[in-house]
């Protein structure tokens, strides 16, 4: 069974970093995608940024320039550093994990950032 476990959420101020990291464990072996969505209340889950088995990376014009993704192929870990950030960042990140057509979902962390 495969599970998605998330940390590194918590409350910053504005121009503050924060990392998260997203453990996947129980997947079978293959090419595929991780990435990051977020919702912020009363909005739909958006697209953060995404990275493929390959490194190929794909951010949403909101983040690109401030959030990184990576990750470690070898932990089946990903990463989202961010920076400067902004009161609208403010939401629930969630980790993804798409694989043979099958997509997984983390349990999402709450990101705060303060004005």
């Known amino acids: 069974q495969v599970q998605l476990v998330e940390s590194g959420g918590g409350l910053v101020q504005a121009g503050g970093s924060l990392r998260l990291s997203c453990a996947v464990s129980g997947s079978s072996f293959g090419a595929n995608v991780m990435g990051w969505y977020r919702q912020a209340p009363g909005k739909q889950r958006e697209l953060v940024a995404t990275?493929?088995?390959?490194?190929?990376?794909n951010y949403a014009d909101s983040v690109r320039g401030r959030f990184t993704i990576s990750r470690d192929n070898a932990k089946n870990t990903v990463y989202l550093q961010m920076n400067s950030l902004k009161p609208e960042d403010t939401a629930v990140y969630y980790c993804?994990?798409?694989?043979?057509?099958?997509?997984?979902w983390g349990q999402g962390t709450q990101v705060t950032v303060s004005s």
């Open positions: 990275i493929t088995t390959g490194g190929n990376t």
């Open positions: 993804n994990f798409r694989i043979w057509g099958t997509v997984y």
